[in-house]
């Protein structure tokens, strides 16, 4: 028992060890309350919806949305014909029309959102893209990311991407700030090249909830949550009645299990 | 016509079939009258548990299959094409992602079964080899198929457990480039990984079968780790181990459905949702977590060659491990001392594995390579050394029969009843 003891002993000391190496980088944001959190949360739609307005009005100048089709925008519970009017009312490429030139038109439901800049793509190393060239230079050599995916490829990502964007604030007198760059408490460095994003009432929401930069960060990550996850609703309903069936399933074999064996001694 | 195989089913066609190629004969010997010893405790359900897991590996890699690109410029989309455009893509692909990780929970734990009630040792060394040559296959297959989506975790862990093989002395370069086709790791890679990711699988399933048919001819070991003496020692398979099989594989599913339907990313790696990019290296390259502890094993050592051939050596000693225990008692239950360490060798090898997450720095190294030691020192020392000096309890009469210590026979089942969680 007692090697059993120091066992765990070296366990519970390994555990402890880990904070202490958490600490060089940003500090942890807080945590916020999320519609979408844990095994029975959900998406708060009007949230989302609003989430998408800050996206469209204010984050699209810079950011894609890589893997969203404009009719994916029915899981946030937008209607067919909202949908069919947020594409119709954006212009895309539609190849190249009867003289051979590239023609532009309103885009349909099955279109691809429109990506700001067409987005170098990494793996294509050594071909530098020209665009990319033009975006890096407009953000001072760093590039806006794809933000489909963002909240999940940041650890602790809702939260996370909330403090970043109600995370700036002006730089300690002591911080060396380079030029054209930002500072943010939550940012690893806390240098980063994207410029506060938001203002206070710089959206008007429809519904007249006040576009504070909480509300508004709020939204737009409730609504990154939902492009990373677009599954996690139905994911979890379902879940709902697969664990049931095990959990009901486990006792009535145990029962049968019980049965079958009570005559082996 | 020569001397047909006569068969004993009732049904016509079964019949028909059986006469000329008697597989209901055979399943019917081997999971159905099979003679099993009656005091399994549930560990012995890990077996049929890794199985079901096989298959289920295999059939939603097949779906997969069949819409994943392996093309470095099209992978990473076509991943996200499967999670939101096909019919439950997402579902299938979670499926398989988690079902790695149950995988080898499952088998981890079907091997420390293994460990504690010496189910290695004689006659069973062979049922045992083919099992960790199953660990080996597994390990790669599930390398090479955590590339396949070609996030940069994927990129940068290919890289990285590639590059190893550049530490041996003059065939490592080459084997490298040969390995990735290229000069880094790139498009042929991709190509190549999937391609034996496909393969391995089924290569697998023959071993696996292997491993079971060496079972039917050595028979089971059993919590006790003394041998069958008589039919009162044993039941049929069916419907005795099918039912209680059945009991562990609803929890098995139980938790599996917990993880894909409420925590479907909790075991993977956030960086793997950022596309692969030669030319950003993330802050710290990590597996997943099933391979952890070779991982801190090989980044314990300060020389890199050693370092590789320690993390190898780590699997490879399991070969050999049948030779290295000079006990002749099986179980830890009449092993004293043994029922102690082997506890200890295990927290070495979660401590091992906590370490393989974190940079290999301050406490971090100090405790891996203390773990490391330990692992080692288990196997090469203590093993050897504990089998001639530990006084071992005395051993039952038979499986129906036990007796304690002092002698004298118990009420039957007696001592089978405490290892029963039932
Ligand atoms: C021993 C059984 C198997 C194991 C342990 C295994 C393991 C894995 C792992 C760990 C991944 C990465 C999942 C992720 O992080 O996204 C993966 C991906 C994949 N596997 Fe398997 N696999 C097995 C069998 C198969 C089989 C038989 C196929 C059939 C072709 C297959 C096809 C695929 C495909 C297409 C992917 C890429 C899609 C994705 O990343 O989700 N797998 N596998």
Known sequence: MG???????????TALAAPALAQEEAPTPPSQHWSFQGPFGSLDLASAQRGFQVYSEV?????????????????????????????????????????????????????????????????QIGVTHTNEKADRAAHNGALPPDLTLIVNARENGPNYVYAVLTGYADAPASFKLMEGMNYNKFFPGHQIAMPQPLHDDQVTYADGTKATVEQMSHDVVTFLAWAANPEMVQRKQMGWRWVLFFLVMAGLTYAVKRKVWADVH | MAEAHKSEFSNPLVNWIDTRLPIFTMMQKEYGTFPTPKNFNYFWNFGALATVSLVIMIVTG???????????????????????????????????????????????????????????????????????????????????????????????????????????????????????????????????????????????????????????????NNPLGID?????????????????????????????????????????DVNNFIPANPLQTPADIVP????????????????????????????????????????KVRSARFRPIYRQIIWVWLAAVIVLGVCGAHKPEGIWVVLARIGTLYYFLHFLVILPILGKLERPLPLPESISRPVIVGGGPMPSGATAKPMEKA
């Open chain 2, 288 to 327: 997943e977590w099933y391979l952890l502890p070779y991982y801190a094993i090989l980044r314990s050592v300060p020389n890199k060659l050693l370092g590789v051939c320690m993390m190898f050596g780590s699997i490879l000693i399991l070969f050999v491990l049948p030779w290295l225990d000079t006990s």
């Open chain 2, 62 to 220: 097949i779906f997969l299959a069949m819409n994943y690109q392996p093309n470095a410029q099209l992978a990473f989309d076509s991943v996200q094409h499967i999670m939101r455009d096909v019919n439950y893509g997402w579902l299938i692909r979670y499926i398989h992602q988690n079902g790695a990780s149950m995988f080898f929970i499952t088998v981890y734990i079907h091997i420390f079964r293994g460990m504690y009630y010496g189910s290695y040792k004689s006659p069973r060394e062979l049922l045992w080899m083919l099992g960790v040559v199953i660990l080996l296959l597994m390990m790669a297959t599930a390398f090479m198929g955590y590339v396949l989506p070609w996030g940069q975790m994927s990129y940068w862990g290919a890289t990285v457990i590639t590059n190893l093989f550049s530490a041996f002395p003059i065939v490592g370069k080459p084997i490298v480039t040969f390995l990735w086709g290229g000069y880094s790791v790139s498009n042929p890679t991709l190509n190549r990984f999937f391609s034996l990711h496909y393969l391995l699988p089924f290569v697998l399933v023959g071993v696996v079968f292997l491993h079971v048919a060496a079972l039917h001819v050595v028979g089971s």
């Open chain 2, 228 to 268: 069958v003496k008589s039919p009162q020692d044993t039941v049929p398979f069916h419907p005795y181990y099918t039912v209680k099989d059945s009991v562990g594989l609803c929890v098995f599913f139980l938790v599996y459905a917990i993880l894909v339907f409420f925590a479907p990313n909790f075991l993977g």
């Open chain 1, 59 to 123: 984050c699209s100048v810079c950011h894609s949305l890589e893997y969203l089709h404009y009719r994916d925008l029915r899981g946030i519970g937008l209607s067919a014909d909202q949908i069919k009017a947020i594409a119709a009312s954006v212009t895309v490429p539609q190849g190249l029309d009867d003289n051979g030139d590239p023609k532009e038109g309103p885009a349909t439901p099955a279109d691809q959102f429109k990506v700001p800049y067409p987005l170098p793509n990494p793996l």
């Open chain 1, 3 to 13: 090697i059993m003891r120091s066992s765990l002993v070296a366990i519970a000391l």
